[in-house]
């Protein structure tokens, strides 16, 4: 094995000795996270590469604070019109989509209420009540236009990608993988879990849902193949303010303060890193039976949620697949239940 500037490249050996892949993987910190690769296949150092290579590229342009970003660009662009990269116009379609489908649960334009509270910078403060509610006037994503080519934001309007980026950038990373015919692959983006066909030997990838109330510890894992597996809970980026009340980074557009609407942790299992980032968010936001109709009109995923008084719900598409690692109560929601 030989290790170079943090990526792994290990021949694999068949039982007679005789090589026959590549495995290839690498750790390294991008979009503000830890994140990791790992490809089996003849073509795999040329895509991890190209991989991290694109990852890097990709957190240029969504950057909030980088000035050369499209996103820096919109967000200072007082209200004018900016040319902008197809990677841009694609996440905005999606961030579109979602924000319609999920009654303004999902919002890009909170950005600034986000900031107010620090979690854009880990300088945490419960902002005055007035100074968010100052801010939620300029919060309304049905007043972003996005063409072709372009966007353009209302001048006092601020927005950021931070919901979908991760998801969207693991679907760019399978795209290079299938490019190099990789058949076998795996990656995690900050928790983001997307998989690539199944395991070298054939069976699914097991992935690890964490336990919102214990987040070293696992609640359960998946067994998956092709899909991605993504997490949205209130364990991450959050702090207990003076008042002794614990707040985190997961905003409801309606009030400006955390969503607490009886879930401490969403995650979504689908084909669609874009899709399945940008809907543990918004799914968080809307609440437990607002997440399950949502499931039941949509029909391309699957979810695990974790409610706040510790019970466990998983919907019919994933229950055969999911081992329990803790006692929490549990239920599986089908889609044709009335309740
Ligand atoms: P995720 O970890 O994918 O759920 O994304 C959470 C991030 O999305 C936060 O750190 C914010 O940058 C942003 N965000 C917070 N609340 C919302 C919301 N309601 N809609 C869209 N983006 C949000
Ligand atoms: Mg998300």
């Known amino acids: 094995m030989k290790v170079i500037s943090g990526i792994c490249v290990m021949p694999l050996l068949t039982a007679c000795g005789h090589q026959t892949e590549t495995v290839k993987s690498a750790d390294f910190f991008a979009m503000d996270t830890y994140m990791s690769l790992k490809a089996y296949g003849s073509d795999a150092e040329a895509a991890v590469r190209e991989s991290e290579a694109r990852i890097y590229e990709l957190e240029q342009t969504f950057s909030v604070t980088n000035d050369a970003s499209d996103i820096w660009k919109i967000n200072h662009a007082d209200g004018q019109s900016v040319p902008v990269s197809a990677d841009t116009v694609s996440v905005l379609q999606t961030a579109q989509t979602m924000h319609r489908e999920c009654g303004g649960a999902f919002s890009i334009s909170l950005y600034p209420v986000l900031r107010a509270w620090g979690f854009t910078t880990g300088e945490y403060r419960v902002p005055a009540d007035d100074v968010i509610a100052g801010l939620l006037h300029n ?201």
């Not at 690539?196 to 359960?220: E, Q, R």
């Not at 998956?224 to 364990?235: F, H, L, M, Q, R």
């Not at 969403?266 to 799914?283: P, R």
Request: charge should be negative; proline fraction near 3%; hydrophobic fraction near 35%.
């Open 139 to 339: 919060v309304d994503d049905t007043l972003i236009s996005v063409d072709s080519q372009t966007v353009r934001c209302p001048d006092e309007m601020q927005i950021d990608l931070g919901a979908v980026a991760k998801g969207y950038t693991g679907d760019e990373v399978m795209e290079i993988m299938r490019a190099h015919h990789i058949s076998s692959a795996i990656i995690n983006l900050g928790g983001n879990v997307q998989t690539l066909g199944s395991k070298p030997d054939g069976s699914a990838w097991t992935v690890g849902i964490t336990d919102p109330f214990a987040p070293d510890a696992l609640i359960g894992t998946v067994s998956v193949t092709d899909k991605a597996v993504i997490t949205s809970g209130n364990y991450e980026r959050c702090f207990t303010g003076e008042d002794g009340c614990r707040y985190w980074h997961i905003l409801d557009p309606a009030d400006g303060f955390p969503a607490d609407n009886g879930l401490v942790s969403v995650t979504v299992i689908g084909y669609s890193g874009t899709e399945c980032d940008a809907l543990s968010t918004a799914l968080f936001v809307e609440g437990t039976e607002q997440a399950v109709q949502h499931w039941r009109r949509s029909g391309n995923f699957e979810m695990i949620l974790v409610t706040s008084d510790g019970k466990l719900l998983l919907t019919e598409g994933i229950a055969a697949v999911y081992t329990a690692k803790t006692e929490m109560p549990c239920r599986v929601v089908h889609r044709d239940d009335e309740s």
